[in-house]
Each structure stands twice: as C-alpha cells, then as structure tokens.
C-alpha cells in the first residue's frame, strides 16, 4: 500500500496535520515514537480551550480525536531513515517495517540543549522553565533569574518585566550584552551577573538559590534557562532540506521544503516561538497544503 502522505511526528503539529488529512479522506500513516519533548512539562498554556493541560492529557485527546477517521493509521515505532522512491518516499523504522507515501510531512519537532549546570534537571518544568509565555504568569511577582548564553538575552530580560520586576540576569561566563545594554537593564533595577554559575540549589522542585563559580549567592524562587534548540532528527539534512537562518528546515508560506513532495510542519521548520498553538497551528496549515497538492496531481 502506498499511503497518501506519512507523517513523522506525533506531536501537535503532526497530530493537527493528520486531523486535517484525515478528514480530506486521505490515507494517512502517523509514525511517532511516543517520546515527547514536553512530557516533563506539568501543564501547558496559550491554547484556548486548552489552557493548562498537561501534555500527556493533550496527546490522549488528540489521538482519539485523530482515530476516529478510518484512512488514518498510527504506527508507534521509531523511524530511522527515510529514501526518495519513484513513487514518492519510503520510510524504514527500527524493527524493518517499510512505509511508502505519495508526500512526506516532518513534524519531528527540536530539542533542548541546556547549559551544564548542576541542579538544573530536578528544577526544569517546576520552576525553571524556557518559555515566558508558557510559564510566566505562573511566576509572576517573584524573584526571577534568566539565564542565557545568547544575545537574545536582552529581550528576554525586557520581556521578563512584564511579570515580574525582581530580575536578575546571568550570562554564565558568556560575553551576551553589550555594555550599552547592561546600563540600560540596570537603569531599570535589573542586576545583571556574567561570572559562571556553579549550580541551581532547591528542593522538591522548587528552586532556592543560584550559586555561581566565585562563591556569590542570589536567592530566587524561579526562572527561565535558554536552551540552544537543534533538530530532534536528521531527516531533513539527510534529504538535503535547505535550512533557514534559525537552523530549522526551510519552508515556503504553506509548508513546503525545498523538495518535491516534502514538507515541514512545526518547530522543525521554524524554531520559535515554542507552543502548542503556533505548532498545531502549522500542521493545518500544511496539511492544506499537502491535500492541495495531491488535489492538483489526481485531477490532472
């Protein structure tokens, strides 16, 4: 059997794309290794009629929802390459099975690679999160710290302001800010510290204290790390996808990748910002995408 489109990836993205294509009555197979990237996430926010569920709760609803369209089949397995074929693409799993498609969606998402700070892991998703407008309202007026390598730092930390004004910014030893944006976040009460950090000190989720590399102390209750984000799966470099400036593969406006038959769906393709709506969001929209094109292709 040749399917219409297989998709790789089950989060919102490739869970939203096969809503969409299910019930344009195309065949579909939804490859996904059940390893999401938010399942240490307590709960998720910024999805209307959503706000606050928890991710494993997300995906339960959104399986049954998918399952009730008979052209689309869920394959809980790990794929571990993916060929161009004559016919379209053929997808191998870990256990030998062979999957073909007419069209190919990359819904694989990203995933986070963290400053090595000890104490980070036993704080994540309690009170130390990455995303501001997922996590900040729930720690709103407390005493925050931010965390990042990056130049982007400073517009987080501005960003940061509109919860709380009680920052404090770390760079971990990185030259991050100009001077000239220092004193601009110091003129708004915002200490800012560039020595390395030694450790995220707290208990029972909750964070107590950062100490850093000189022996100082800054005592808060929460904040937000920046991972760097890279591509969970070599697919699309594998099928010589052109990347974007972010790193994510490269998409026109509907999905579609620098190949033939190939699209991307989700923070694959675009990085930022991480949430469940925009990704949800880009699945349908590709998805669209992917009918249109098999619309075109049948009729003609």
């Not at 999160?129 to 965390?147: A, H, I, K, S, T």
Request: one cysteine or more; hydrophobic letters at 35%; charged letters at 20%.
């Amino acid at each position: 059997m040749i399917y219409d489109c297989a998709i790789i990836g089950g989060g919102p993205a490739g869970l939203n794309a096969a809503l969409v294509l299910g019930r344009a009555r195309r065949s579909i197979a939804l490859i996904d290794s059940n390893r999401p990237r938010n399942a240490v996430t307590h709960a998720s926010h910024g999805f209307i009629t959503r706000d606050g569920v928890t991710p494993a709760e997300f995906r339960r609803i959104a399986y049954e929802e998918v399952g009730r369209y008979p052209s689309v089949e869920h394959l809980q397995t790990e794929v571990v390459s993916i060929g161009k074929i004559e016919s379209g693409f053929e997808v191998h799993d870990s256990s030998g099975l062979r999957v073909q498609a007419r069209k190919l969606i990359l819904a694989t998402g990203v995933k986070e690679i963290f400053p090595e700070i000890e104490g980070l892991y036993p704080l994540y998703g309690k009170s130390l999160f990455n995303c501001p407008y997922c996590d900040g309202w729930e720690l709103r007026d407390q005493p925050l710290v931010v965390v990042s390598e990056f130049p982007s730092v400073f517009h987080t930390a501005k960003l940061l302001l509109n919860w709380s004004k009680d920052l404090v910014v770390c760079t971990n030893g990185q030259a991050s800010l100009s001077d000239d944006q220092k004193k601009r976040l110091q003129s708004k009460g915002i200490v800012v510290m560039e020595q390395p950090i030694s450790a995220f000190v707290g208990q029972n989720g909750k964070l107590e204290y950062v100490r850093f590399a000189d022996g100082t102390q800054v005592l808060r209750s929460g904040g937000f790390v920046a991972p760097k984000l890279v591509q969970s799966a070599p697919f699309g470099e594998h099928l010589g996808c052109e990347r974007n400036e972010l790193g994510g593969i490269r998409t026109d406006e509907s999905g579609r990748t620098s190949i033939p038959g190939l699209y991307s769906a989700g923070d694959a393709s675009y990085f930022m910002p991480s949430q469940l709506i925009f990704a949800a969001a880009s699945g349908s929209r590709t998805a669209t995408s992917v009918n249109m094109d098999l619309t075109e292709e049948d009729f003609e």
